[in-house]
Nanobody
Framework: QVLLVQSGGGLVQPGGSLRLSCAAS????????MGWYRQAPGKERELVAG???????NYADSVKARFTISRDNAKNTVYLQMNKLKPDDTAVYYC??????????????WGQGTQVTVSS
């Protein structure tokens, strides 16, 4: 059993910053890619940023140079630092992790989601 628990998020004014965290726990043998997705009302869930176990990152064009993804492998935790936030960034944000357990199974797990609202 693997659990991803998110923290952070909330209401922020345009131009402001927020930091999201997501900690994985349970019977974890290894974690490959970790990432953040978001889903705005009426839109499909989209990838915001991803980070491989070795640290290679990728970002959606809309967040490049404003968001930074990082991870602490010792803590099985992924972070998303969001700067210069815009109203278009308003969405529910979900963390995702590709986890292999000690039982030998590997699959994606999702966090519970957290609301980020950018508004004046």
């Amino acid at each position: 059993q693997v659990l991803l628990v998110q923290s952070g998020g909330g209401l922020v004014q345009p131009g402001g910053s927020l930091r999201l965290s997501c900690a994985a726990s349970g019977s974890i043998f290894s974690i490959k890619t970790m990432g953040w997705y978001r889903q705005a009302p009426g839109k499909e869930r989209e990838l915001v940023a991803g980070i491989a176990s070795g640290g290679i990152t990728n970002y959606a064009d809309s967040v490049k140079a404003r968001f930074t993804i990082s991870r602490d492998n010792a803590k099985n935790t992924v972070y998303l630092q969001m700067n210069k936030l815009k109203p278009d960034d308003t969405a529910v944000y979900y963390c995702n992790a590709d986890v292999c357990t000690f039982s030998g199974s590997c699959r994606d797990y999702w966090g519970q989601g957290t609301q980020v609202t950018v508004s004046s």
